[in-house]
């Protein structure tokens, strides 16, 4: 019933941008928060980013304040996740993901619908 596809993914230098964007499927897209989450191999699904049902109440790791920015755009049910100065230690994949509400999480037990993922590199 609901899809999430993640696009955006790719190979940057350090110190370098990308924007990972999110395309959800589904008529209630705007009622609920979203965020992404990133994995990288051998570690824990980790929060990154969530924000708010109404485009605000944004919520960041500290790993990625100041370089990450989460925004969204209902009429197009799309999330982005604008990533700048990008680190080795921002390799990982990332996943977005739809909250059971419309209040931002931290935990992966916060959200109910996962994107299969999009493979983010950063070579130093």
């Known amino acids: 019933q609901v899809q999430l596809v993640e696009s955006g993914g790719g190979l940057v230098q350090a110190g370098g941008s990308l924007r990972l964007s999110c395309v959800g499927s589904?008529?209630?897209?705007?009622?609920?928060?979203m965020g992404w989450f990133r994995q990288a191999p051998g570690n824990e699904r980790e929060f990154v980013a969530a924000?708010?049902?109404?485009?605000?109440?944004?919520l960041y790791a500290d790993s990625v304040k100041g370089r990450f920015t989460i925004s969204r755009d209902n009429a197009k049910n799309t999330v982005y996740l604008q990533m700048n100065s990008l680190k080795a230690e921002d390799t990982a994949v990332y996943y977005c993901?739809?909250?059971?509400?419309?209040?931002?999480?931290?935990?992966?037990?916060?959200?109910?619908?996962w994107g299969q993922g999009t493979q983010v590199t950063v070579s130093s």
């Open positions: 993901a739809r909250a059971r509400s419309i209040v931002v999480g931290t935990t992966r037990y916060d959200y109910d619908y």
């Open positions: 589904g008529r209630t897209f705007s009622n609920y928060a």
């Open positions: 924000i708010g049902w109404n485009n605000g109440a944004s």
